[in-house]
């Protein structure tokens, strides 16, 4: 069974900060791990990593993969209030259907206050 | 915006009665994919469409059916709701010809109650 582990649950920083949030995972056939922020809607799209894309990067907000350690992390530099959300990790195997099966972990929840 | 809406937005029904959700997407995308979303559980997947009228379970799928008959449109069946269905829904997409596969998009989400 595929697994993602998410840390810290929670984190609370000041506007500013840096902070690094973690994911771990289990899957059978790594294909890629997908990083999304969700506010108080829906989950939204931050980066993907794969194997032959390990590091992202996106203004204030950088990730990496780490195949050999089966994880990743998000790094966000210079926090501001709008960056407290839910920070969701995601990873898939390669589906025999062909189409795209994501196990989420359950997240990290990041307050930034001024 | 991937263009995919969801209906109702917010419903409120009793144990024991039928409930259809319904996803419409505006994009071609081939993949259409239903979660539920609970606290401590993080999001699970229901069901999944891989092209009209092809579809298989998820982790959760107990409860639930689904139906494709058009590109567009992915229903979730709840059959006889139970209260342990509470939850919120949200309908997924990817596959857009030409573009990735991999990467899903969400739609705003309907919140369920079962009373």
């Known amino acids: 069974e595929d697994k993602v582990v998410q840390s810290p649950l929670s984190l609370v920083v000041h506007e500013g900060d840096t902070v690094t949030l973690n994911c771990s995972y289990e899957v059978t056939n790594f294909r890629s791990l997908l990083w999304y922020k969700q506010e108080k809607k829906a989950p939204t799209f931050l980066f993907m990593l794969?194997?032959?894309?390990i590091e992202k990067k996106s203004g204030r907000l950088s990730s990496i993969l780490d195949k050999k350690e089966l994880s990743s992390i998000l790094n966000i530099t210079a926090t501001q209030t709008g960056d407290s959300a839910i920070y969701l990790c995601a990873v898939g195997p390669y589906s025999g259907a062909g189409s795209y099966q994501l196990t989420f972990g359950k997240g990290t929840k990041l307050s930034v206050i001024p | 915006d991937a263009g995919i809406t969801q209906s109702p937005r917010h419903k409120v029904t009793e144990t024991g009665t039928p409930v259809t959700l319904r996803c419409h997407q505006t994009e071609n995308h081939r993949y259409m994919y239903w979660y539920r979303q609970d606290p401590g559980h993080g999001l699970r997947l229901i069901h999944y469409s891989y092209g009209v009228k092809d579809t298989d379970k998820g982790e959760v799928s107990d409860g639930y059916s689904v139906s494709r008959s058009k590109t567009e449109d992915f229903l979730l069946t709840l059959e006889s709701a139970t209260s342990s269905q509470t939850s919120v829904y949200f309908c997924?997409?990817?596959?857009?010809?030409?573009?990735?596969?991999?990467?899903?998009?969400f739609g705003p989400g309907t919140r369920l109650t079962v009373l």
């Open positions: 997924a997409i990817s596959g857009l010809a030409g573009g990735s596969t991999d990467t899903q998009y």
């Open positions: 794969t194997s032959s894309g």
